[in-house]
């Protein structure tokens, strides 16, 4: 009823709406699971029955490709492993490389003196995006424009089934960044640039990711991340002195109003795991903060799951490796991703309990709290079985899975420009010339987290659909499709669509201090115009960009962010069988100048509001 709601109301008013809704507390669904301290009894007996060597292993995190002997996982008590954004099985990566490897890693986790069965997480932030023939969802920036709970929910849900698929039982995600300045490499896995998209759609993917049963065989463990002001670091702060892992310099009643709320509608949601940020609070890395981790997080938000480190985020912190695991620990950090030092953190963590720099009330309140998640997950139930449900293959990466991003991009993509009734186009005009580089580029259509960390472009991911054949797909019989990467040989086309943008990245990489076009994208449109017909641009990209140079060549401009693998609901929108409905969630700048602009900036002028968005 609510989202009926929401979604039947103007942009701004469904908004205004909703954050009052989450705010009151009113019209949420109440949660159907328990909330984790229930399962304290249960936990606390097993905990009762744990050496220091089992419950340091539980707190423990190893990555796939360190597991050079899988045997570690009985001799070091291993409480999870995961795969990092390159760490495939060594047999390759299809579904069933992954499930036979999962269901081989879990396995020999049973084979311990007490059975704890293992955590394995991975990085499943716009769908199950490292294994080939997945359904791979808009990034999160489009799903902001989107502006659906609802819709978020079902490809949460859809992603937890393809991962469950696998056998794997926790994805690193949502992520609820705020970003505040879009030449942050990391952009697109905001929802918005207000708190508002991402508190609610947070929310949303949570109760996706995690069911209304935590223990059902198609729910996974979800973890918001990064915690807590990743998208509000400092130009200059961060790593080559830009803004990725840079220090979030705000006092803290800005930090609350902007970059908590997020977790408090996760928390609320009842999500199991929080991931910390390498970022730092006025100087503190979070990984080392007591009053983020305990006693905002954990004490006054209630928040009873686990916290779990970034990939090798405590080596960030000052001192050395035994004072950074000292300092982050009795902050509050409960599991430590550690890919290739899980034996040293393993023995350094011990050592530091042994002599006293770590309380043993601290490891007890730790390893209840993973305890109580995988009660609350059914892993220790009788009926548990580590193995795979492979039955699940036959709905992974399948049509009914793809309908649901292909709608999901339909909503996403927000036009900028319509002129002339450019848009929609005729099913039967005679010709479309097709250009840009990304026209035909499945890579550059999904973006960074595709297969690898950092993405690539060309045929990476198989199943999908580029915007090159999806046109084709959607035309008439009669109308000839021409293309064209650089846009030229358009002379005497009915009409010229050139698709361009930003090709893939991830984090670390993906700082930008110029967001200007890359001149073979301004290239192909200008040689698409110069052929005298109306020319319609596709723009795939992490953030807005600065465009406004080749606006005015354009008859039609459509933001499609990075749309991921069904391409096909990018013609759906082109040729008028879904009306563009999305909306802005972040502030176009005009020029670089303008950069960091959002909602509330000093003389707020942009090339396009926070909201803006046509339709037709």
């Known amino acids: 009823m609510r989202f009926q709601l929401i979604r039947a109301l103007p942009f701004a008013g469904a908004i205004l709406v909703a954050i009052l809704m989450i705010s009151a507390g009113i019209g949420r669904p109440i949660p159907k699971d328990k909330p984790f301290s229930a399962y304290d009894p249960q936990a606390r007996a097993l905990l009762a029955k744990m050496t220091l060597d089992e419950k340091v ?33 060594k047999s390759g990566n299809t579904i069933q490389d992954w499930t036979d490897t999962i269901d081989q890693v879990t396995a020999e986790a049973l084979k311990t003196r007490l059975a704890i069965p293992l955590l394995y997480g991975i990085d499943a932030v716009h769908g199950h995006n490292n294994i080939l023939g997945a359904t791979i969802f808009p990034h999160n920036i489009g799903e902001g424009c989107a502006h659906n709970p609802e819709l978020v929910r079902k490809a949460a849900r859809i992603t937890a089934e393809e991962i469950r698929a696998t056998g794997i039982n926790w994805a690193f995600g949502p992520c609820v960044t705020v970003p505040q300045d879009i030449r942050w490499g ?28 935590l223990a059902s065989p198609l729910s996974v463990l979800a973890c918001a991340k990064h915690y807590v002001g990743d998208g509000g670091t400092t130009m200059g702060t961060g790593l080559n002195h830009k803004l990725d892992q840079g220090d979030t310099q705000v006092d803290e009643a800005t930090l609350r109003k902007i970059h908590l709320q997020g ?21 503190t890395r979070c990984s080392a903060s007591k009053k983020l981790l305990t006693d905002i997080l954990k004490n006054e938000l209630g928040f009873e799951g686990f916290l779990i480190s970034d990939y090798n985020a405590l080596d960030a912190l000052p001192g050395d490796r035994k004072q ?22 393993y023995n350094d963590l011990k050592e530091l309990v042994q002599e006293g720099k770590v309380p043993m009330s601290r490891i007890d309140d730790a390893v209840l709290r993973i305890l109580r998640v995988k009660f609350a997950m059914g892993l220790m139930a009788k009926s548990y079985s580590p193995q795979a449900d492979r039955r699940l293959w036959k709905t992974f990466g399948s049509p009914e899975h793809r309908a649901v991003a292909r709608e999901m991009v339909r909503q996403s993509m927000v036009l900028l420009k319509n002129d002339h009734k450019t848009l929609p186009i005729s099913k039967n005009v005679a010709r479309i010339h097709v250009g840009g580089k990304s026209a035909d580029d499945i890579g550059n259509q999904c973006g960074g987290w595709t297969i690898s960390w950092q993405g690539a472009s060309g045929d990476v991911m198989p ?19 021409t293309f064209s990467k650089d846009g030229t040989g358009a002379e005497g086309a009915t009409l010229g669509v050139v698709v361009v943008g930003e090709t893939p990245y991830a ?11 890359a001149p073979e994208d301004v290239t192909a449109i200008n040689n698409m115009k110069s052929a ?65 602009l959002h909602v509330g900036s000093p003389h707020y002028d942009p090339l396009f509001r926070y909201g803006y968005g046509l339709t037709y």
């Open 57 to 89: 292993g539980q707190m423990t995190q190893a990555e796939l490709s360190a597991l050079k002997d899988m045997s570690d996982i009985q001799k070091y008590y291993l409480g999870s492993v995961f795969s990092g954004g390159d760490s495939d099985p």
């Open 186 to 213: 990391r952009s697109y896995e905001g929802y918005g640039e207000i708190p508002k998209m991402p508190a609610l759609l947070g929310e949303a993917a949570v109760e996706g990711f995690q069911g209304e049963d």
């Open 463 to 481: 199943g999908g659909t580029t915007i090159l054949a999806a046109i084709r797909n959607t035309v008439s019989k009669n109308t000839k499709v």
């Open 507 to 517: 984090e670390m990489r993906g700082d930008r201090t110029d967001l200007t076009l």
């Open 324 to 345: 950074q695991i000292e300092t982050s620990i009795n902050a509050g950090m409960d599991m430590v991703m550690v890919p290739n030092k899980h034996r040293e953190f």
């Open 263 to 283: 977790y408090i509608t996760t928390v609320r949601a009842g999500v199991g795991s929080i991931m910390p940020s390498y970022n730092s609070w006025n100087g």
């Open 532 to 596: 005298g017909i109306p020319v319609v641009v596709i723009l795939f990209s992490g953030r807005p960009m600065i465009i406004e140079s080749v606006l005015g060549k354009a008859d039609a401009f459509l933001a499609a962010w990075l749309p991921g693998t069904e391409g096909q609901g990018v013609a759906d929108v082109l040729f008028g069988d879904y009306k563009p409905t999305g909306k802005l969630t972040f502030s176009w700048p005009r020029t670089m100048a303008q950069v960091p």
